[in-house]
Structure formats: C-alpha cells, structure tokens
C-alpha cells in the first residue's frame, strides 16, 4: 500500500497515522510512505508547498502525483496487489494517482476537493493583511485553476468495491461535504466517524473499516511475506520517507539519520531500528 500523507505531515509519525506496522503485521501489507514536495524532510526545500499562491499549490500537486507514480510504477512488478491510500491533503494525490495508474484499491480520508478553497477558509477572517489572499484563493479564477486537479471528474481503475472513503462529521477543517460528494461520484464504501479532521487517529470504527476494507484486497497467500529486491536496505515492512524519495531518483533507499524523538515514535510503532544502523541521536 501507499500511503499519501497530509499537510504538516512526511515525519515519522506517519508511521502512527497510517497504522503501518498493524498493517504490516496483520495483513501482510508492505507500507511505502512518499514525502510530499515541502513536506517534513523536504519542507525547506524550494519550492514552498502548500503555500498562499494558487498557481503553486495545483503545481504542488502535479509535482506530487507525479512523484508518487514513480516509485508506485516500480512496485507493481514486485507486487500482487497494489493499493493506494490519501489522508486530507494526500487525498487528491492518491485519487488522481489511482485513475492514471492501475490499482487494485483506492482509499481517502477525511478528503479535501479544492485546495485553493480549503486554504482560503483557514485563512484567518480577522487578520485584515491576509483579506486579499484569501479573497485570491477563494475566487472564481482559484477555482477554475484547480480545476485541473479535480478529481471529481475522473474515476478510479480500483473497481467500486474496492473505494474506500472516510470522512468526519465534525469535520471544521475539510468538512464533510466532499466526502459525500465523493462517494456520490464514485460510488464504493462511505464510513463517517463522528470526530473531526484528525478524529480517525482515535476511530476504532475507521480502523476496523479500513482493516476490513484492505483484508478484502490483501491476497492472503501474501500474508506476512516481503516481495523487495534483494540487497536494498530499508526497515522491514515498510518504505519510509526520504527512502521513497531516492527511489523516484533510482537509488537505494537508506533511512536517513534519526533524532531521539523520531527514535521514540518508532519504537512505539514497534519499528525494528537497528535497520538505523550509524544514525545520529
């Protein structure tokens, strides 16, 4: 499976978020875990994603499906069954990626269909300096733009039963309409949790949908095996991070140094990290 991550996000901790090891464990599932552009190891890098500027934040997402493609294409023929998940930002990611690139299953959470808009709304209504930007992104022009990612008009390849989305109904972020749309245009399984738009880290319902949904799609014959080509080095079950980002580059994937926290949140996702051989506490 692979999993998109949100804004803020492309840290360790998206191996809590994505429940990666139970994946891993329990239904035999390898995780890889791709870092957005301007996103956590890559936040200071150029250019600037998400941002205040409407034409880089569709430009961001272009550059990301793109990116993401990449290492999913390397996968397939290594793979038995090839699935992809988004969370909120991610979502647009993973729902383009799954119309443009076969795949057995297709999954969002707590989804976001215009990002423009989306930004426009969180933009703080008292701050007077932001009122032209926020005006910018919520505007007819913003709109139309992001019309080139919308992925309201495309379908999955992912077969009906195998699209998953999870919304919130106190979602005050993405909230839930585009959740409901969603599932209007595309059909598959709708599940809303009554937290907001991060309530799904605490969901049981969310995690036995989506344990139920991925148990459907996982071959059991696979179950607990691990199909990567020998000789690379990556920590086992899962392909992290700045990993994924030299794999779009055609290299093999090293983790990169790890800090006392980020030791921390992997060891509670029961991570084995003497895979960090040398890493720098």
């Not at 692979?2 to 996000?9: N, S």
């Not at 990626?97 to 969180?122: K, M, Q, R, Y």
Request: glycine share 8%.
């Amino acid at each position: 499976m692979v999993w998109v991550h949100g804004a803020g996000q492309g840290k360790p901790i998206d191996l809590l978020l994505s429940r990666a090891r139970r994946l891993q464990n329990e239904l035999g599932l390898n995780i890889a875990l791709p870092v957005q552009p301007g996103c956590g190891v890559r936040r200071d890098a150029w250019p600037p994603y998400p941002t205040m500027d409407p034409l880089a934040n569709v430009a961001g997402v272009i550059r990301a499906l793109s990116e993401v493609r990449a290492p999913l294409r390397w996968l397939r023929p290594q793979a038995t069954t090839i699935a992809i998940a988004g969370l909120s930002m991610g979502s647009p990611v993973a729902a383009l990626v799954s119309h443009l690139e076969p795949v057995d299953a297709v999954a969002v959470f707590t989804p976001i269909l215009d990002l423009n808009a989306t930004i426009g709304a969180l933009t703080p209504r008292w701050d007077g300096a932001l009122r032209g930007t926020r005006e910018l992104l919520q505007s007819n022009a913003a709109s139309d733009l992001a019309a080139a990612i919308d992925y309201l008009r495309v379908s999955p390849s992912a077969p009906p039963d195998r699209r998953l989305i999870v919304g919130a109904r106190h979602d005050r972020m993405a909230m839930r309409e585009p959740a409901l749309a969603l599932h209007e245009r595309w059909g598959g399984r709708l599940y809303l949790h009554d937290g907001s738009h991060v309530g799904h880290v605490f969901s049981s319902g969310v995690r036995k949908t989506t344990e139920h949904f991925l148990r459907a799609v996982a071959d059991p014959l696979t179950r607990n095996s691990t199909r990567w080509v020998p000789g690379r080095r990556y920590v086992p079950g899962l392909l992290a991070h700045d990993a994924a980002v030299h794999l779009v580059a055609g290299q093999s994937p090293v983790p990169h140094a790890i800090s006392l926290l980020e030791l921390v949140i992997l060891r509670l996702c029961d991570v084995d990290t003497t895979a960090h051989k040398g890493s720098q506490l």
